[in-house]
């Protein structure tokens, strides 16, 4: 859906030059939710508003749908703006419009007669849960309430492509996973490639099919979520996957230990598994088999998007052989598991 | 107000008709000069530097015009226009000729005003305009005016206040209106009484239309919020 061909972008700002994006290359494809992770100032806002030329590329090339979007004319570029829709972190609602004339407005930028708009309108009020706040002016609503216009605003022409500029950043915590539930929902129901940007990994996890972690400039880590979540492989991704679930052990139990005799070992291992083993009694089981203790130091279960994903952080303790042949049945069953300290 | 005037009953019609004409100038001037003042106000401001018909040459010609035609004092103005009101009305005496001067005056100042107005619109609103495909017409009519609508309107009442106060000057010169009958009665016939009805009654008039703008203007602000 979006091919983004060595794409920088450099401002000129009162006498010099900031390189905003550098040699950036991605791919979204049709029908997924795209994510982009980054710190602030790393290029978020510049790479999505590149792609509706809301920003014009120094150089590279973006295609939307197959159309190399640099090239267009004025026309035909607000031909393609029509099919991109787009939603924003303070919303940008018109305060001289109801909620009904907001999502109309872009119905009247492309000339629907209407009877028709009338229809799509309702429609969509419909779609986002707004059709009893129709009458009423975008200051008479929530912050919540906002954005699912903007949502309703930016789906009235039917685009294939929704970017998504830190759309619940302004929001409370419930606020921002009931709209992100809409993003899904819309998502699956009109088959809409989503592409949006956060900092905040929660937004990822929850809705995203796949990430990509920019930072300073860069784009320096593409993958499944899931993948990124259970293996970051930059410093980058590594503080904003444990931003969100703890992954590090505290320090002090790396060094402690329970007592134990002679003839027994000890091992600390953190435990990943990541959808349907989630679910198994393996950690029983291995004490059964192997005759090990087992002693919960740490644990977290959560979910990515929909696969069930934890790590459990454990000090195994047994007879030193059999210690290796349990963590080996872990993984044999599919679990993830890494020493943190042995003993 | 005829008791006050006792057996100088005459001053009443004088008043009532001289107010009559500063009505008249004030209103026909400010509608002309917002015909012209607010294309050229939305020029100046859509042509600036990131905006949506970016265009710095036009942009820079017009702001100096503008700025340049501002700093000529309205007394001068008045001098300076004479040959063009002779022109276009026959004769640079009166009511309909004081229109003229009026006009032109008020242009540059309503072309900032509105400039001003439509500056304060959030670039967010313009954007999202933008990146739904809008072209410029549709982001001025669309987009501009109404969310600047309640500021428009207050330009417009200090639009029209200010053209009662060069109303009252061009009546000097023999233009017509309040400042004429004040300028006869009061300066050269020393009839004080008519002074101070003058005063009072440009006094109602400018606070009438200061309330006028802004009860309408918070009728609309209300209504949205
Ligand atoms: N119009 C501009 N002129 C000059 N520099 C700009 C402009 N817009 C952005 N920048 C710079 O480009 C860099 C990237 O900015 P960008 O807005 O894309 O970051 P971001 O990742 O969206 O950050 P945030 O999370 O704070 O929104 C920053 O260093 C910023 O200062
Ligand atoms: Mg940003």
Known sequence: MIEIKNLSKIYFASGHEVLALDDVSLTVKKGEIFGI????????????????????????????????ITLLDQQELRLARQKIGMIFQQFNLLSSRTVFDNVMFPLE??????????????????????????????AQLSGGQKQRVGIARALANDPKLLLSDEATSALDPQTTRAILKLLKDINRQLNLTILLITHDMNVIKEVCDRVAVIDNSRIVEVGDVLEIFSNPQTPTSHSFVNAVISRDVPVELLHSSTEHG????????RVSFIGASAGKPLISSMIRRYNVDVNI???????????????LTLEVLGHPGLLQEALDYLRGQGLEIEVLRNA | MLEVLGDNSWMAGAVLLATWETIYMVLISTVLSYLFGLPLGIILVTTADNHIMENRVLNRILGSIVNAARSIPF??????VIPLTRFLIGTPIGTVASIV???????????????????????????????MGANARQIIGKVLLPEATPSLLLGVAITAINLVGYSAMAGIVGGGGLGTLAYYYGYQRYEDTVMWITVIVLIVLVQGMQMLGDNLANKIVNKRR
């Open chain 2, 75 to 80: 007394i001068i103005f008045l001098i300076l």
């Open chain 2, 101 to 131: 001067p009026l006009t032109l005056a008020a242009i540059p100042f309503v072309a900032r005003i509105v400039e001003t107005s439509l500056k304060e619109i959030d670039q967010g609103l313009i954007e999202a305009a933008i990146s």
């Open chain 1, 262 to 269: 002679g003839d027994t070992a000890s091992k600390l291992v």
């Open chain 1, 109 to 138: 930028i492309t000339r629907v007669q209407r009877p028709e708009a009338t229809k799509r309108v309702q429609e969509l009020l419909e779609l986002v849960g707004l059709t009893d706040k129709a009458g009423m002016y975008p």
């Open chain 1, 37 to 68: 992770i980054g710190l602030s100032g790393a290029g978020k806002s510049t790479l999505i508003r590149c792609i509706n030329m809301l920003e014009k590329p120094t150089q590279g090339s973006i295609a939307v749908d197959g159309r190399e």
């Open chain 1, 297 to 311: 130091i740490y644990g977290n279960i959560d979910r990515i998007k929909d696969t069930p994903y934890g790590n």
